[in-house]
């Protein structure tokens, strides 16, 4: 069953509220629930209106009951403030996405009102320069945040079935790499249904192989998007399959020939009748475990949704390996040449390069956002063309793992329902849900008692990582002159650092070196600016992978003293110099060079702490052995002095 509204009912409904409320007055917004805003409208010709919009499903006029009034939250508080008694002066919707628009004129300002409809999507009140007031979720798209005081991005767009020349029709169907429906579906505007709907019009099997339709098929196809996203035809209606309802429409579609149809007056009507009231109808039969089946068994569709994408998009980076291969490069010779990623993204930004209209972000971090044959892919400037498809295929089998759980969920779901699950009291200990790990704990890190990030490579692998995607010129770098140490990294956020940070981090950097394997006591190391750091070696040099180039004057700190800390502070295992640790976290352990290999010491420090924390569950979850092991330096260890 329909669960939200196609591009196509956006574009209707953009056109029935152009006639039906434009020019009219905006009224009091009210909030029912997380997701649903009700906006009372004062229209020219039919007096008062209730528009209801809720978020990622629809937006249509409605006789529904509205809520009571009481003090609104955050969101529709900021609406009145903005837009109440304002005139309707726009509704459109943004290319032919599932974003409407509503601009509100009042004193002489004008703000936008944006609803998403889009799974996950949401409603923002920009300003008359498109800047973020308010949102009524908070959002994080494609990793830049949604905020008051950001400007709000449009999600990039995809070909337009309505306006998509032959020829551009032609080169993408010949390499997508899917057979018809797909091709059209993933490339162009629109869902499955009308994937279905234009192969059917154009005759051709949808099953085909793209890449293998003649000049007559794609011309046939071609015709048939025209026909099928061009007809303004309106004749709202529920389709219903015996009775029961199963799509709702603006118009009439070809592959619902044969289907009952219950027709209504306006497409809002439709909408109220399909949405509203079969919700309510479900709310009123359904128990508990049926909702929670129902949440399952979509939670599993979207897992698997995604994994299917996550894989097509790493088998098209495969497939567009040279495209792929020469954004990267240019990025990747702009950071040799000392740019940070802010800087590259700037200059590439404002310059008329080709990659300008390729690119369409790139963060500090080197995450970039890149639209290549009509497709939007993530990219890592820091990684290779078979690394960043690796990323995904990673992702596919995230998303798969979730999948399976849910799938085993939903299994005991059903025999609780069924009543084949004997339902158990429970036990009376404590449950601690593992917390989701955070990007910087793949690395060495702590925060050092001043509050700064101090980041430290594991390996060769993790001490290019950290210089490709998280240094900054404006960062503090450490390193030792003996092997194997860590480019540790303090991060300034362009503040002044103070000297007992810096020390710290010195600490920590000879800690994790080859100098603890030695069993010294103390050993000298040196301080740069990020941008002192370079892969670029010197002409007729190599630099093996995790090494790098020191260029410019080091400030030394001499004779910085061994040892290193373990302790548990809010709920998660801490390490790094004691004086950052110690104030923080309970409890604690201090640690020297020794004569215990790591997991060893791991287990006599989980003993120690096992005797402080009497939540076992808690303390296995939160500090094993093996996590242990991770934050432990190489070579032989010992406890040198706790506080029990």
Same mark, same amino acid.
């Given at each position: 069953?329909?669960?939200?509204?196609?591009?196509v009912?956006?574009?209707?409904?953009?056109?029935?509220l152009s006639?039906?409320i434009?020019?009219?007055?905006m009224?009091?917004?009210?909030?029912?629930s997380?997701?649903?805003?009700?906006?009372?409208?004062q229209?020219?010709a039919?007096?008062?209106?209730?528009l209801?919009?809720v978020?990622?499903?629809?937006v249509?006029?409605?006789?529904?009951e509205?809520p009571a009034?009481?003090?609104?939250?955050q969101?529709?508080t900021m609406?009145r403030?903005r837009i109440t008694?304002?005139?309707?002066?726009?509704?459109?919707?943004?290319?032919?996405?599932?974003?409407?628009?509503?601009?509100v004129?009042r004193?002489?300002?004008?703000?936008?009102?944006?609803?998403e409809?889009?799974?996950k999507g949401?409603?923002i009140?920009?300003?008359?320069?498109?800047?973020i007031?308010?949102?009524?979720?908070?959002?994080v798209?494609?990793g830049s945040?949604?905020?008051?005081g950001?400007t709000?991005?449009?999600?990039p767009g995809?070909?337009?079935p309505?306006?998509i020349?032959?020829?551009?029709?032609?080169?993408w169907?010949?390499s997508?790499?899917?057979?018809l429906v797909?091709s059209?579906?993933?490339g162009?505007?629109?869902?499955?249904?009308?994937?279905?709907?234009?192969?059917l019009?154009?005759?051709?099997d949808?099953?085909?192989?793209?890449a293998?339709?003649?000049?007559?098929?794609?011309e046939?196809?071609? !015709? $048939?998007?025209?026909?099928?996203? %061009? /007809?303004?035809?309106?004749?709202p209606?529920?389709? #219903?399959?015996?009775? &029961?309802?199963?799509d709702?429409l603006?118009?009439?579609?070809?592959?619902?020939?044969?289907?009952?149809?219950?027709?209504f007056?306006?497409?809002?009507e439709?909408?109220?009748?399909?949405?509203?009231?079969?919700e309510?109808?479900?709310?009123?039969k359904?128990?508990?475990l049926?909702r929670?089946?129902?949440v399952?068994?979509?939670a599993?569709?979207?897992?698997?949704?995604?994994?299917k994408?996550?894989i097509?998009?790493?088998?098209?980076?495969?497939?567009?390996?040279?495209?792929?291969?020469q954004?990267?490069?240019?990025?990747?010779?702009?950071?040799?040449?000392?740019f940070?990623?802010?800087?590259?993204?700037?200059?590439?930004?404002?310059?008329?390069?080709? !990659? $300008?209209?390729t690119?369409l972000s %790139? /963060?500090?971090?080197?995450?970039?956002?890149?639209? #290549?044959e009509?497709? &939007?892919?993530?990219?890592?400037?820091?990684?290779?063309?078979?690394?960043?498809?690796?990323?995904?295929y990673?992702?596919?089998k995230?998303m798969?793992r979730k999948?399976?759980?849910?799938?085993e969920?939903?299994?005991?779901?059903?025999?609780?329902?069924a009543?084949?699950?004997?339902?158990?009291?429970?036990?009376?200990?404590?449950?601690?849900?593992?917390?989701?790990?955070?990007?910087y704990?793949?690395?060495?890190?702590?925060?050092?008692s001043d509050g700064?990030?101090?980041?430290?490579?594991?390996?060769a692998?993790g001490?290019?990582?950290?210089?490709t995607k998280?240094m900054?010129?404006r960062?503090?770098?450490?390193?030792?002159?003996?092997?194997?140490?860590?480019?540790?990294v303090?991060?300034?956020?362009g503040e002044?650092?103070p000297?007992?940070?810096?020390l710290?981090?010195a600490q920590?950097?000879?800690?994790?070196?080859?100098?603890w394997?030695?069993g010294l006591?103390?050993?000298d190391c040196?301080m740069?600016?990020?941008?002192?750091?370079?892969k670029?070696p010197?002409?007729g040099?190599f630099?093996k992978?995790?090494?790098?180039?020191?260029?410019?004057?080091?400030?030394?700190?001499?004779?910085?003293?061994?040892?290193?800390?373990?302790g548990i502070?809010?709920?998660v295992?801490?390490?790094?110099?004691?004086?950052?640790?110690?104030?923080?976290a309970?409890?604690?352990?201090e640690?020297?060079?020794?004569e215990l290999?790591?997991?060893d010491l791991?287990?006599?420090?989980?003993?120690?702490?096992?005797?402080?924390?009497?939540?076992?569950?808690?303390l296995?979850?939160?500090?094993s052995?093996?996590?242990m092991?991770?934050?432990l330096?190489?070579?032989?260890?010992?406890?040198k002095?706790s506080n029990?």
């Amino acid at each position: 069953m329909k669960k939200a509204m196609s591009n196509v009912d956006v574009a209707a409904m953009a056109a029935e509220l152009s006639d039906r409320i434009l020019g009219g007055f905006m009224g009091k917004a009210y909030q029912q629930s997380s997701d649903k805003i009700w906006l009372s409208i004062q229209s020219p010709a039919e007096g008062r209106l209730d528009l209801l919009l809720v978020a990622g499903k629809r937006v249509n006029i409605t006789k529904a009951e509205r809520p009571a009034s009481k003090t609104p939250p955050q969101f529709p508080t900021m609406l009145r403030n903005r837009i109440t008694g304002g005139r309707i002066v726009e509704i459109l919707q943004h290319d032919l996405d599932r974003v409407l628009e509503i601009a509100v004129e009042r004193s002489g300002s004008r703000h936008y009102l944006v609803i998403e409809l889009f799974p996950k999507g949401s409603m923002i009140l920009l300003d008359e320069n498109r800047q973020i007031l308010s949102m009524l979720k908070k959002m994080v798209y494609r990793g830049s945040r949604m905020a008051a005081g950001e400007t709000y991005l449009y999600h990039p767009g995809q070909l337009d079935p309505r306006s998509i020349s032959r020829e551009e029709l032609s080169a993408w169907l010949a390499s997508a790499g899917q057979d018809l429906v797909r091709s059209i579906v993933r490339g162009l505007n629109m869902g499955g249904t009308y994937g279905e709907e234009v192969c059917l019009v154009a005759g051709v099997d949808k099953n085909k192989p793209a890449a293998d339709l003649d000049p007559g098929e794609i011309e046939k196809v071609h !015709q $048939a998007l025209r026909e099928v996203f %061009l /007809d303004q035809t309106l004749d709202p209606h529920i389709v #219903l399959d015996k009775g &029961e309802p199963v799509d709702v429409l603006s118009r009439p579609l070809k592959i619902y020939e044969g289907l009952e149809k219950k027709r209504f007056a306006t497409f809002s009507e439709a909408l109220d009748a399909f949405f509203v009231e079969k919700e309510g109808d479900e709310a009123e039969k359904k128990n508990p475990l049926d909702r929670r089946i129902d949440v399952q068994q979509r939670a599993i569709e979207d897992f698997e949704a995604q994994e299917k994408s996550f894989i097509g998009k790493g088998e098209l980076v495969y497939q567009i390996y040279g495209s792929v291969e020469q954004i990267l490069q240019v990025v990747e010779q702009a950071k040799a040449k000392g740019f940070s990623y802010n800087q590259i993204w700037e200059k590439i930004s404002g310059s008329g390069l080709p !990659q $300008a209209k390729t690119i369409l972000s %790139l /963060d500090g971090q080197g995450e970039m956002r890149v639209l #290549l044959e009509g497709v &939007e892919l993530e990219l890592h400037a820091g990684l290779t063309v078979p690394q960043n498809a690796q990323r995904y295929y990673e992702k596919a089998k995230e998303m798969a793992r979730k999948g399976s759980g849910a799938k085993e969920a939903l299994i005991i779901t059903k025999q609780l329902r069924a009543g084949k699950v004997a339902t158990k009291k429970p036990r009376a200990i404590s449950f601690y849900r593992r917390r989701k790990s955070k990007w910087y704990e793949r690395f060495r890190w702590f925060f050092s008692s001043d509050g700064f990030m101090v980041l430290g490579g594991r390996d060769a692998d993790g001490n290019e990582e950290i210089y490709t995607k998280y240094m900054e010129r404006r960062d503090l770098a450490l390193h030792t002159d003996a092997p194997g140490a860590p480019l540790t990294v303090i991060k300034t956020e362009g503040e002044p650092v103070p000297e007992s940070t810096l020390l710290e981090a010195a600490q920590f950097a000879v800690s994790y070196s080859s100098v603890w394997k030695g069993g010294l006591v103390a050993a000298d190391c040196y301080m740069i600016t990020g941008d002192q750091v370079s892969k670029t070696p010197e002409s007729g040099e190599f630099l093996k992978k995790g090494a790098f180039v020191i260029r410019g004057e080091r400030t030394y700190f001499k004779d910085t003293p061994l040892g290193l800390a373990l302790g548990i502070a809010d709920g998660v295992l801490v390490g790094g110099p004691l004086s950052a640790v110690k104030p923080k976290a309970d409890p604690v352990v201090e640690i020297e060079p020794g004569e215990l290999n790591a997991e060893d010491l791991a287990k006599k420090i989980y003993r120690q702490f096992s005797d402080k924390v009497e939540d076992r569950a808690f303390l296995k979850s939160v500090a094993s052995v093996d996590q242990m092991v991770q934050f432990l330096p190489p070579g032989g260890s010992r406890i040198k002095e706790s506080n029990f």
